[in-house]
């Protein structure tokens, strides 16, 4: 169908093992395999381990060696190329939420409802969107349940939904934003003793710089009360 590349599962970003907090987002872009022009990163510009870089055919099984090397990639992504274009945004929004997380020195790292990157955007992978996440989402519960994180953040009403759905119930707070004076809603609440506070506008969609701010300070305001 021309969505899904076998080669492009992600199981996370960053230094998982170090990590304070988490963000969670929908799934990876198929942007972190190619440039700006739509060819595929050369193995010096590679923000992650392929197949192409293990030599390794799509339907070929991966070593123990290989899985090493898949593991080590993801781990080192942020020291390594990492898509900033998108990364920035949402570092810049937790930073500004608490100083001391950030995906740059390893005690943020990224998870995904969805561990496989599609070529189209989410919106458009209607017809299989269910199935993966049905397949992938028991993957990013057993994350959840192995590391202990301080906090986890969510990213948009997709990732909220689906978080309720198959993991946790949250609480919610209906705001407007008079910045563009569209409604959001807020979420809040606990998987086994950590924190979970989420959010329903999707931070790289078409909200205003503005707007973030206003989003940001409404998260931070509430948490702080929260933690009183």
């Known amino acids: 169908m021309g969505i899904l590349k076998q080669s492009t599962f992600v199981p996370f970003f960053g230094n998982i093992e170090k990590a304070n907090a988490c963000t969670i987002s929908i799934n990876p872009s198929f942007n972190e395999f190619r440039d700006s022009k739509g060819d595929i990163l050369s193995d010096n510009k590679a923000r992650l381990c392929s197949r192409k870089s293990l030599d390794k055919r799509d339907d070929e099984e991966l070593s123990t060696d290989d899985a090493q090397k898949v593991y080590a990639a993801c781990l080192n992504y ?15 929004f937790i930073q500004d939420i608490d100083s001391e997380l ?3 020195d390893s005690t943020l790292v ?21 199935e993966l996440l049905k397949i992938c989402s028991p993957f990013l519960k057993e994350l959840l349940d192995q590391k202990k994180f301080n906090i ?23 705001i407007v934003l008079k910045r563009d004076g ?16 989420g959010w329903s506008r999707y931070l790289q969609s078409q909200i205003s710089n503005e707007a973030v701010k206003e989003l940001n300070q409404k998260v931070s305001k509430i948490l702080k009360e929260i933690n009183q």
């Open 152 to 174: 986890i953040f969510l990213n948009g009403q997709t990732v909220v939904n689906s978080f309720i759905e198959k993991i946790s119930p949250l609480d919610e707070k209906e």
């Open 110 to 130: 990224h998870l995904d409802l969805v561990q496989w990157a599609t070529e189209k955007k989410w919106s458009e992978c209607k017809p299989i969107q269910k």
């Open 102 to 104: 950030s995906y740059y």
């Open 182 to 197: 569209k409604k959001a809603t807020l979420y809040f609440g606990t998987y086994k003793g950590t924190r979970v506070v």
């Open 78 to 92: 942020f020291q390594n190329n990492p898509y900033k274009r998108w990364f920035n945004k949402i570092n810049r």
